[in-house]
């Protein structure tokens, strides 16, 4: 395979078309069914969308029930055990279904599959599994897909060195207002606990000018808002110079027509430059909401993390775009349970957490990960102790989600009508600049539009409100 400046070449891409539409030849009229199940972040969705755009050009179409499926896939993740054990959950439960129905075809990609003992475990131990592949390859999907038909035997691909990019994969995006946009793949971060350099390889970013076209595009179609991903979006480009960082990634996608609305994640407190700093505070379309993870509030701890700061850097961080960005949002992740963490280390994230007053935070039971440098370590702390800390930690936090929720009452906010809410469904749903839900009654016409919102009712995760405007943009 030819590779050049590590993106796959346009022949390789061709040859992957040809896949596709031999595949649609030989499933003629016959409709095959599909289901994908995705686990994980924003960016394993978004390799979903691909692998949906995909499917959808081979002639397949979309069903909710895995019983009536020609293909089943499992895009997986393996950030913390939990999402690997729930996979090998659902793939031992396919086993009699496959027995019934043989000519059912079961997928599994994605970060697991970069692990090599778990492919090894598939292979072994769930041989009903028909194309197992990683998060490098996806781009041929329609070649592996092609192989498994014809040949009938499993196929098993994670060979594609982790330093590749591919662009014009097909892509199925469901929701029409808004679309994921990943800019940079890999992380070169190791933090300790972390699997995921291990898996997604090196970081490599997308070319500016394939993202902004990317979003042209979508803005073309209506979207109105994109969220641009990455695992430490803050090194955007690091490999291009200094004309193409993060924060000129965003002055371009600023001046896109149409566009109402630039998100972004994640952000690593070590490399949120003043210039970025600067660009959110300024730029019109660019969401002020900062998702900043701490991961502990104990400088000791994050050191064992290798997080390259220490607490009193971030709340002085955290200060600055505060001096700056008058009504930013700030959001987090918490690991609770790291080893070694004691009482004392524990309490100071509770003091970190009161100090800096999250908007939200996503809190996570730590989760040992073999081949990183934690799982090694020997004073791992006992799940009891950790369940008790992480309860506590929703606690304070919760308290201090509610309280800034409050002090937002009576205010009108602009809202992008994104849908019916999946919780109240006769209410429309949308998410505030700060990344806030706000749920409101109004008509389905007003999908895709910026409404003004008077917050009428707060909740720990949610705001309610009612139309004031109908903005236009
Ligand atoms: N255990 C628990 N949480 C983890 N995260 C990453 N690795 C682990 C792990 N081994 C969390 C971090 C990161 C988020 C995406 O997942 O908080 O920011
Ligand atoms: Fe994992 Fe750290 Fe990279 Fe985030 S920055 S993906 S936590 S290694």
Request: charged fraction near 30%.
């Amino acid at each position: 395979m030819i590779i050049n400046n590590n993106k796959i070449s346009d022949s390789e891409m061709e040859k992957q078309k040809d896949f596709i539409k031999k595949i649609k030849l030989l499933t003629g009229n016959k409709k095959y069914k599909y289901k994908i199940n995705t686990f994980g972040c924003q960016m394993n969705e978004n390799d979903s969308e691909k692998l949906a755009g995909i499917l959808l050009e081979c002639g397949f179409a979309e069903v909710s029930e895995s019983d009536e499926c020609d293909l089943v896939l499992f895009n997986t993740c393996c950030v913390r055990e939990n999402a690997e054990l729930k996979v090998y959950g659902h793939l031992g439960a396919l086993k009699k279904l496959k027995s019934q129905k043989p000519e059912m075809i079961i997928v599994v990609s994605g970060c697991m599959m970069q692990q090599k003992e778990v492919v090894e475990n598939i292979k072994k131990k769930y041989k009903h599994v028909d194309i197992v592949f990683g998060t490098h390859n996806l781009f041929k999907f329609p070649e592996m897909l092609y192989n498994s038909i014809i040949s009938k035997e499993p196929v098993y691909d994670i060979s594609t060195p982790a330093d590749s990019i591919f662009e014009n994969v097909p892509i199925e995006r469901k929701d029409k207002t808004k679309a994921w946009v990943t800019i940079m793949y890999g992380c070169d971060n190791f933090c300790s606990y972390c699997i995921v350099p291990y898996v997604r390889g090196r970081e490599r970013s997308r070319k500016i000018d394939d993202i902004v076209n990317e979003v042209k595009m979508l803005a073309r179609d209506n979207v109105k808002e994109v969220t641009l991903l990455g695992q430490n979006v803050n090194s955007y480009g690091k490999e291009f110079g200094t004309d193409s960082n993060f924060a000129q990634l965003l002055k371009k996608l600023d001046e896109v027509d149409g566009l109402y609305r630039i998100r972004f994640m994640t952000s690593h407190p070590k490399d949120l430059s003043e210039e970025l700093i600067y660009a959110i505070r300024d730029l019109k379309k660019v969401s002020k909401h900062i998702h900043l993870p701490i991961q502990s509030g104990s400088t000791r701890i994050l050191k064992e993390m290798n997080r390259k700061y220490s607490k009193e850097n971030y709340v002085d961080l955290i200060k600055k775009i505060r001096l700056e960005i008058a009504d930013i949002s700030i959001t987090t992740d918490i690991i609770v349970g790291f080893p070694g963490e004691t009482e004392d280390d524990f309490n100071e994230t509770i003091e970190l957490i009161r100090e800096a007053r999250f908007d939200s935070a996503y809190t996570f039971l730590y989760s040992k990960r073999s081949g990183t440098p934690a799982a090694e370590l020997s004073n791992q702390v006992p799940e009891s102790v950790a369940k008790e800390r992480f309860q506590e930690l929703v606690k304070v936090q919760n308290k201090i989600s509610r309280e800034l929720n409050n002090s937002l009452l009576g205010c009108e906010l602009d809202v992008l009508a994104e849908g019916f809410s999946k919780n109240n469904p006769d209410m429309l749903t949308g998410r505030t600049d700060t990344n806030k839900i706000m749920n409101f009654k109004g008509d389905e016409s007003l999908v895709g539009e910026i409404v003004k919102v008077k917050i009428e009712k707060i909740q720990t995760w949610s705001l309610e409100g009612r139309i004031v405007q109908n903005n236009d943009l």
